[in-house]
């Protein structure tokens, strides 16, 4: 039976220290638009899955492996009380695929991302353990942490349209499918139908799902992708191939000198990470504001301790390129804005989350959906690029507390795209204190409150 939750006051949930756990169809309602939303958005999931093949030389079969555990992986977030649509460290993936590259195919390479995905996920839980996470959250110049998200939404937008990248692949595609989506989510005449019209009103609660519907048609069409052949049954991931051949139960722990050359990309990726968490702050903020009948309680500590968690057991379960990132910005942007609308469509903001990576579990599941989604992943994954970039960007200039800070931040953000995330937040620091002298910290305004709420 669903508990009822007093106006005002956080959702429903049984008390695990600082985990928080809530159940479907007990603690939240279940959602159906996102679950819906989810079934086709596993499309993004998938789109995983080319990746490994490039890198790893894995048979898709081994690959549909890994993504389906990180899915099962996904759900802790919301179960445990992390308010959020978690997901891949999408602007770190250039970084980590470079740094892999750098070893031979095969055995060596898998080690490598082994120990890079072990070591990432043991200095998160440190720092979730200690709460010096929380404590970061605050110390982050907000200069630096403008720059930071600009920067890996422009990395984002950057890997779908530099050279040979995904535009190049489906120039007709992406730009119909993304203009419908932008229309759709953001556009200030589609916000205005939807209070006059019934059907905008339905079609806004499905979020980017009739975008992907659309795709399944436009990239056909345009002839940019072949018709998807539907095969029926249970999907059919090889766990066993899996085990043996690229985790430390077939192959054993990695070299220990694999550890040491991974440590300044692990610490460079967490950098480029520590933005996901600032976004997840800024966009739940976002809700919190136009929602004062939930008190929404996001801790980073606590997500550090899942993401962490969830990197960990990765890397020996089924190392993964994307990684295990606390945030899934444009799905999380879509999420809150059906939330903004009001109680009557989304009771709780775990609702949307949870239900929403049900959904996407439910497709991995399902060959017929995995079949049809087959042809247009590279359209799935520039789409959720390109709405990450937008959503990072208007974030980041939010941050922001003056023009001097919007300065620093896109010479943060140039940095982070050309030369990476440990340039970026040197420079950063150094232009700090150059302009803010004693006070780099706090910049032209007072630091963001890091309590929550």
Known sequence: MLKHRIPGDEAPSLALGIFKLRLPFVHYRFEWPDYVQGLLMCAVDLAAIPLMLELLGMPFQVALAVVMLNGMFYLIHHLLGDPVVPGWITPAIPLIMAYCSQYPEGEARVFALIAFQLMLGVLSIGLGMTGAAKRMVGLIPPAIKSGII????????????????????????????????????????????????????????????????????????????????????????DFMGLWQNYTVFGLGLPPWSMFLTALPTVLATYIVLFGDILQSKAILAEGDQARPDEKIDYNPNRSHLLFGGRNFCMSLLGPDI????????????????????????????????????????????????????????????????????????????????????????????????????????????????????????????EPPKTEDR
């Not at 950057?158 to 119909?176: C, E, H």
């Open 150 to 237: 600009i920067g890996a939404g422009i990395a984002a937008i950057t890997a779908v349209f530099k050279a040979g990248g995904r535009f190049d692949q489906y120039p007709w595609s992406i730009s119909i499918c993304v203009g419908a989506a932008f229309y759709l989510i953001f556009s200030l005449h589609f916000q205005q139908l939807k209070t006059r019209y019934r059907w905008s009103a339905l079609v806004a609660k499905l979020g980017v799902f009739p975008v992907i519907l659309m795709a399944l048609f436009v990239g056909p069409l345009v002839g940019e992708v072949a018709w998807p052949k539907i095969e029926w049954g249970i999907s059919r991931p």
């Open 322 to 445: 994307t990684m295990c990132g606390p945030l899934w910005a444009a799905m999380q942007v879509v999420v809150v804005e059906r939330y903004k609308a009001g109680r009557k469509a989304m009771d709780s903001i775990f609702g949307g989350s949870g239900s929403f990576r049900w959904g996407t579990n439910t497709g991995l599941l399902l060959l017929p959906i995995v079949s049809l989604l087959q042809p247009i992943l590279g359209i799935a994954l520039a789409l959720t690029l390109l709405i990450q970039g937008y959503v990072s960007v208007r974030i980041g200039v939010g941050e922001a507390r003056s023009q001097r800070d919007l300065g620093i931040a896109g010479i943060v953000a140039a940095m982070l795209t050309i030369k990476g995330a440990a340039w970026a937040f040197g420079v950063g620091a150094v232009m700090c204190v150059l302009i803010y002298g004693r006070q780099c910290l706090r910049g032209d305004g």
